[in-house]
């Protein structure tokens, strides 16, 4: 892969930030949009604008047409059975939202456990909070290792007879820990027990296979793939949604409206209610393209040695305390820095184009049990080089040198 | 350079060496502030004397280097000021912070201005403004017995 080539294809680059060029390391956070995804959605608006699925006029049709390619890109990028497993959402947040809030309702009773993990991103956490309230579940956490892992062990400790559903991230937006799924799901299914993955960061970075993986459930995250804002992805097997009750009400997801009751339209519709963010659809489509034309092995390959090379130029970096050193680690370098506060340290860098986010990444639970209040996290994507994590050491030696004059 | 306004020597050494940092056993009113966006946590104790005069004050906390010099200098500035010294003091700040060029209080010397207006580097940077005002605010609270802990991201 010529990164520079797929550099270009990113027209954010061609800006200058504080007249540096820019060295974008905030990729876990939002990815950059390529210039096929951009002009996606202008194409869309001024030459093939309509409301999907409600109208037979010309416009209609494509435009429905158009969605449904999506949906199906999607099916194929994941490997699921069947495109209406793909539920499209705002967000891999309210993916989340949906299956806590349908599979408490339907099945969750007071004294029911749901079992998350101390990694998890407050989107896979908070939303299972709020059945604490309504149902009286208790949520309880599997462990996190020295190494700021998950292993097999912490998970299975905490199973108990009670245990109704599994919430997991695939890949840690922190310590960048890729967690062992596959078994994981294994061991839940031997329990009787459903998983859900929070995918944020692993549809992104790495090769999925829904059928391989048989997980129950799994929330993407569009802007983080190159894609859109206000799109997120649920896969969840079919029985499910079949099975679930309907999430919001509202056109669309409808069968028949009758003053004496309503029945639900079927799959997908009956999770997809009211107009859904069609032009960021459409255009998914397009960074799904765009990841499938390089390859996602490709970019796997490439971001696995940018993260190893990243790792051992701060580790040089005697002032540089990298957070996590899990035994599989995805595209995340998390650290903090010998008396600078990681704010400080986001601001000095900033100052030479170079973006990182500093703070909990949304993950306090994780934080607490650190010791840490913030952290600075450097994350990848397919457009980063060698030469921008060059350039991330030697501005934090900057920091070094303001902090130490 | 802006960096070089925002990170003066005076705000790096009271970022590094915070004075009054601590607590004391005879404090009479206190207050915690919290930036959930980022995590800076600071809690202030006072005495506050038969007269409203402020007879000592001391933080706790942990933060950006910007935040601390904050609480730092601000404690420095404030211990023996009387409760309408106080209020001015703070107003005369977040308004600068805000939008006022300089300092207009006469209660404090030219000298004292001058580290005060150390910590103005922030307002080019917007996202670092709520570092340098959350022990102001914290202070403010304390002083009003407000319940409760101050939140940059409740108020506005
Ligand atoms: C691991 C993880 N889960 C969930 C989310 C939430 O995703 P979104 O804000 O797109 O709904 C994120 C993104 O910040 C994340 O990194």
New interface residues.
């Given amino acids: 892969m010529n990164i520079k080539d797929i550099k270009k294809e990113f027209p954010i680059f061609d800006n200058k930030v504080h007249n540096n060029d820019l060295v974008y390391l905030d990729s876990a956070n939002s990815s950059q949009k390529p210039k096929v995804v951009v002009d996606r959605i202008y194409d869309f608006y001024t030459k093939e604008f309509s409301n999907v699925g409600r109208s037979v006029h010309y416009l209609a049709v494509a435009a429905t047409n158009l969605y449904e390619n999506t949906r199906v890109l999607v099916q194929k990028y994941i490997n699921a059975k069947d495109p209406n497993e793909i539920v499209f959402t705002k967000g891999a947040t309210e993916a989340i939202n949906l299956v806590a809030n349908t599979f408490g309702q339907k099945y969750l009773k007071e004294g029911d456990e749901i079992l998350i993990t101390e990694l998890e991103h407050h989107s896979n956490y908070v939303p299972w909070h709020y059945l604490r309230k309504s149902k009286g579940v208790k949520i309880n956490f599997a462990d996190v290792d020295e190494n700021g892992d998950i292993n097999i062990e912490s998970i299975e400790k905490k199973i108990t007879p009670k245990t109704k559903i599994l919430a997991i991230t695939h890949l840690s937006n922190v310590t960048g820990a890729i967690l062992p799924v596959k078994e994981i799901i294994q061991l839940a299914h031997s329990k009787n027990i459903p998983v859900l993955v929070d995918g944020c960061q692993g549809a992104p970075h790495l090769k999925l296979d829904m059928q391989d993986l048989d997980c129950d459930f799994y929330a993407i995250s569009c802007h983080k793939m190159y894609g859109p804002t206000g799109l997120g992805v649920l896969y969840a097997k079919k029985k499910w949604l079949e099975e679930l009750p309907p999430y919001q009400g509202g056109g669309g997801m409808i069968g028949e409206v009758k003053k004496e009751g309503i029945t639900f339209g079927d799959l997908p519709n009956k999770y997809e209610a009211g107009t859904m963010a069609t032009a960021q659809v459409i255009a998914f489509g397009e960074s799904i393209n765009f990841i499938n034309k390089l390859g996602i092995e490709k970019i796997e390959e490439h971001e696995r040695e940018l993260t190893k090379y990243g790792e051992e130029i701060l580790r040089k970096n005697n002032s540089v305390k990298l957070i996590g050193s899990p035994k599989n680690k995805g595209s995340v370098l998390s650290f903090t820095l010998d008396g600078v506060h990681p704010h400080d340290i986001a601001t000095i860098l900033d100052e030479d184009g170079v973006a990182i986010r500093a703070g909990h990444h949304c993950c306090q639970i994780l934080h607490e049990k650190l010791g840490l209040a913030a952290t600075a996290r450097a994350s990848l994507g397919v457009y980063n080089t060698k030469d921008d994590l060059d350039q991330l050491n030697s501005s934090i030696n900057k920091c070094i040198k303001i902090f130490n004059s | 350079?802006?960096?070089k306004d925002?990170?003066q020597?005076l705000i790096?050494d009271h970022g590094?060496n915070p004075r009054n940092l601590g607590k004391f056993e005879n404090f009479n009113k206190d207050a915690k502030g919290h930036n959930p966006?980022?995590?800076?946590?600071v809690h202030v104790y006072l005495k506050l004397d038969e007269n409203k005069k402020i007879s000592d004050i001391k933080f706790e906390g942990?933060?950006?280097?910007?935040s601390m010099a904050s609480a730092s200098i601000m404690t420095e500035l404030m211990k023996n000021k009387e409760e309408p010294e106080v209020k001015e003091l703070i107003d005369d700040f977040l308004k600068m912070i805000k939008d006022s060029p300089e300092l207009n209080s006469k209660i404090i010397s030219e000298d004292e201005k001058t580290k005060l207006m150390s910590l103005s580097g922030v307002k080019k940077?917007p996202?670092?403004v709520k570092?340098a005002t959350l022990p102001w605010h914290t202070l403010v609270s304390a002083m009003t017995d407000k319940p409760g802990e101050v939140n940059t991201e409740k108020d506005d």
Avoid: N, V
């Fill in positions: 350079m802006d960096l925002l990170y020597q790096l590094k966006l980022c995590g800076d946590k942990e933060g950006c280097a910007i940077y996202m670092r570092c």
